[in-house]
């Protein structure tokens, strides 16, 4: 009985006996249902084990709206907590683990996967490759990070979730003052899903220097490859430093080391120094993608092409050096003196020149154009405003004197959720709503989608507009209640509206996605947009092999389909050839689960059942180094055979 | 008859041979600790960028102008990551 006692929850409550109860239905009804439907082979032959990026890319797309859901019932259940003053709804506990695991979930289980989601898809279609450059280390990658998420969710029903926040701050995150395993669940969830993601960063790098279609130099890729470019070199720079970090953090748990403890000559601040060297370029790394994503689709329904492109490249690059020069501004209050803080204010406010840039050069691009108002331009639309406001109260907490002010209160949580949510959420629904009919076959409904739009800003700026007021008015970040003389009530209560809005939105989206599914035509053909990337010159749905002739874009610009389509510019010259592809592969998904087993065993200290996941992993290494797989091609016939028959459905379905 | 003998590489080796030799003085030789760190650190980017550029082929191939920048941009976020934690926790922190 002993042995298992470390697996009880250390403050349970009636929710989280509700949720075991629900967590062990759902997963018997899932396996139940695709028992039923015998699903397991098709799942396991064209999911688990594929290595094709169209396929890996919406697996990341599920996992990232899943998680999406979880990280919005905790916000829900933290604006609630705040909606009324002394509300006994969460315990100080209960409250504490729910906004960390919001904070790590929303920004590295949701976020992180949704851009990768892009990455996956849209890079090798921009840039008119057949695959990734490591077909195999993508389904690594996905399942390191799939298996780390798994591993992070399932704290809050064994053994208890994290409550340090989602900065995890030592000396509080050490043992002294976290007493159960719920640190040791962020120490090894996030370093085993970051392995994954440093991963990915290495891939798309290398996809995006070596498999560019002739003719394509740095300067003629597509915007929103340049973004993924960026953000994955600030991916290989910044996550190496998480990895020591966590595993600094991990050794002071398990094994009683000292880098960050108080005493024995530990320095508690060197974690919050670490945390944000990774910290702050991670912002970025969400962000740029997401920049460009509205790059990809302002241009498309302003019908004219994109303002300044090497503004746009400059500035992002010179983003991605600032973006390693500021992480202080995450701590000035911490005690270092008024030069270095004023050094990072400096360095700080120099970041709003470019992304100011790129806020001008949309809006350039939208002057004189012919601007058709769709649910993904809508997205933009909503953007520049409600971004532009978290850019201009970002500067304000820039400024290292008057943040002493406002350090730590709700103005900062304001200030966050305003340059994240209509910056990355935004670009990522706008992305998806745009991209969904390329993935799918059929576009989401517009009428519901606009209506989700403006549902979501109004929640939005409900939720988060008052945060700024009581933030001023002194009312601390993740205080769990507070007096009725204080005089929050009314904006805490405002705000938790919003936040109940915001999830009537999430609901439309779902629904939009069903409906749709059901009613939409599929008669749409591969560019339902009227847009202009390569992405969208192949067939829908995609054939695995992407372009059954690689282009050829040396005669055209940036915007290669458009010029296909408008100015008759040849890009797919030549015959159909013989197809060389990747071998699917188990063998990812067997590792994964030996991460989870060496993660699992070492949050619980179970060192034999650890040393058996570990020999898991270095197995599945040792396999791979002996194994020989040089892909298969796909005979000339095929692919021929293959197009024709996209031509006969289009001919069949009458698409336009 | 240059071209089957690989002077480069030998003159490397022996080159990295000496820096590593170099090295080794600090610790059989009585140096200060400042002159002891000065050799170390030297000596050892000297053989890194050794190593870099001859035994890891850098600069022969066309996309060496990638690789030089990569190292270029990573050397640099190393030296503004370094200098900014001491900054911050030891030479303007008032402990």
Request: with cysteine; proline share 4%.
């Amino acid at each position: 009985m002993e042995f298992f006692e470390r697996f009880m929850v250390p403050h349970p409550s009636f929710l989280i006996y509700m949720s075991m109860v629900l967590i062990a239905l759902v997963s018997i009804a899932l396996v139940a249902v695709v028992t039923y439907f015998k699903l397991w082979g098709y799942l396991w032959r064209e999911w688990f084990t594929t290595v094709d990026h169209k396929k890996i890319g919406i697996m990341y797309l599920i996992t990232a709206l899943l998680m999406l859901f979880r990280g919005g019932v905790d916000a829900v259940m933290l604006r609630y907590q705040l909606s009324m003053p002394e509300n006994a709804f969460l315990t100080a506990q209960h409250y504490n683990e729910v906004f960390t695991t919001h904070g790590v979930v929303m920004i590295l289980f949701m976020a992180m996967p949704f851009i990768t989601f892009f990455f996956n898809f849209l890079v090798p279609l921009q840039i008119g490759a057949r695959d990734v450059a490591f077909p195999r280390l993508n389904l690594i990658s996905f399942w390191l990070f799939f298996m780390g998420a798994m591993l992070f969710n399932l704290s809050f029903v064994i053994g208890g979730s994290p409550d340090a926040g989602w900065t995890s701050y030592f000396p509080l995150a050490d043992n002294e003052f976290s007493t159960s395993v719920g640190t040791n669940y962020y120490m090894i969830a996030i370093q085993i899903a970051g392995i994954g993601t440093l991963i990915t960063g290495i891939n798309f790098i290398t996809t995006i220097m070596k498999m560019r279609a002739p003719g394509m130099t740095l300067f003629k890729m597509p915007m929103f490859t340049w973004s993924a470019l960026i953000a994955n070199l600030i991916i290989v720079f910044a996550f190496p430093v998480l990895t020591v970090a966590l595993a600094m953090g991990a050794m002071d748990r398990l094994f009683d080391t000292k880098f960050f403890a108080i005493g024995d000559g530990g320095m508690d601040m060197l974690w919050a120094n670490l945390f944000w060297v990774w910290g702050h370029p991670e912002v970025y790394i969400l962000i740029l993608p997401a920049f460009g994503l509205f790059s990809e689709i302002i241009p498309t329904f302003a019908r004219r092409n994109l303002y300044g492109y090497n503004a746009m490249v400059w500035s992002m690059i010179l983003i991605s050096v600032l973006s390693f020069t500021v992480w202080t501004h995450h701590f000035f209050t911490m005690g270092q003196g008024a030069m270095t803080n004023s050094i990072f204010s400096i360095t700080t406010m120099l970041i709003a020149i470019p992304t100011g840039i790129k806020i001008f050069n949309w809006l350039f691009t939208l002057y004189k154009g012919k601007i058709v108002m769709t649910t993904p331009m809508l997205y933009s639309m909503h953007f520049i405003p409600l971004f532009t406001l978290g850019g201009v109260t970002g500067v304000m907490l820039a400024m290292s004197a008057a943040d002493y002010q406002y350090h730590n209160t709700m103005f900062l949580v304001a200030h966050f959720h305003n340059v994240i949510i209509p910056g990355v959420v935004y670009a990522m629904l706008a992305g998806l709503t745009f991209y969904w009919p390329k993935m799918f076959g059929f576009m989401l409904n517009e009428r519901i989608g606009k209506a989700t739009v403006w549902v979501m800003s109004t929640g939005f700026v409900l939720a988060f507009i008052p945060m700024y007021i009581t933030g001023l008015d002194g009312q601390a970040r993740r205080m769990y209640t507070y007096s009725e003389a204080t005089g929050f009530t009314t904006l805490n209560m405002v705000s938790f509206i919003g936040a109940a809005i915001m999830a009537v939105s999430f609901g439309m989206l779902v629904w939009n996605i069903w409906y749709s599914f059901k009613n939409s035509p599929r008669n749409i053909g591969s560019d339902p947009w009227n847009a202009r990337g390569l992405e969208w010159a192949t067939h829908t749905p995609i054939p695995s092999y992407n372009f059954a002739i690689t282009p050829d874009v040396t005669n055209a610009s940036s915007e290669a389909f458009w010029d296909m389509k408008k100015n008759g510019v040849e890009i797919f010259k030549g015959d159909i050839k013989k197809i060389h592809m990747p071998n699917y592969s188990g063998l990812p998904f067997v590792m994964g689960v030996f991460f989870f087993i060496l993660g699992f065993a070492m949050i619980f200290s179970m060192w034999i059942v650890a040393i058996i996941g570990l020999i898991g992993v270095l197995g599945c290494m040792v396999y791979r180094t002996f194994e020989k797989d040089e892909g298969f091609y796909i005979p000339e016939e095929e692919v021929k055979a293959t197009e024709k028959k996209y031509e006969e459905m289009y001919k069949k379905r009458g698409d336009k | 008859m240059a071209k089957f003998f690989p002077i480069g590489q030998v003159m490397g080796f022996v080159f990295s041979l000496v820096l590593t030799f170099v090295a080794l003085l600090v610790y059989f030789t009585d140096m200060s600790m400042k002159t002891g760190m000065i050799v170390l650190l030297v000596t050892a980017f000297l053989q890194a960028g050794l190593q870099f550029m001859i035994f890891m082929h850098a600069g022969e191939t066309k996309d060496k102008w990638s690789i030089y920048s990569n190292i270029a941009y990573g050397f640099g976020l190393v030296i503004i990551t370094v200098l900014g934690t001491l900054l911050i926790l030891l030479w303007d922190m008032d402990m």
